[in-house]
């Protein structure tokens, strides 16, 4: 599989983005796939996962209710809807698919980077003050 992320840029506070996540591989719908990022001087952290099917979902406490994690498995696409914007949601945001586990495994594997086996190259998203 091979991922290639999308739609980063630069933002007021208080703004929005759509981050998209285009996947190449006849088995992507079948993946559980995630949204990561990392700030500058930061470790990589977990931003929202959403199941295969996209009927379930999961956020870090620090972006639950401003994005949204969805899918398109026709298109082969995930998305990031990102709204009310801050400037430390500036990272650099990379996508990422899960062959290892099913959604059921709990959100102990949601959210551990180790458990993706793909990741996109990154996109950058700035947030300006």
């Known amino acids: 599989v091979q991922l290639q992320a999308s739609g980063g840029g630069l933002v007021q506070a208080g703004g929005s983005l759509r981050l998209s996540c285009a996947a190449s591989?006849?088995?992507?719908?079948?993946?559980?796939m995630g949204w990561f990022r990392q700030a500058p001087g930061k470790e990589r952290e977990f931003v929202a996962a959403?199941?295969?099917?996209?009927?379930?979902?999961y956020y870090a406490d620090s972006v639950k209710g401003r994005f949204t994690i969805s899918r398109d498995n026709a298109k082969n696409t995930v998305y990031l809807q990102m709204n009310s914007l801050k400037p430390e949601d500036t990272a650099v945001y990379y996508c990422a698919a899960a062959a290892r586990f099913s959604w059921n495994a709990g959100s102990s594997y949601h959210t551990t980077s180790y458990w993706y086996d793909y990741w996109g190259q990154g996109t950058l998203v700035t947030v300006s003050s």
């Open positions: 959403i199941s295969s099917s996209g009927g379930g979902t």
């Open positions: 591989g006849r088995t992507y719908s079948s993946y559980v």
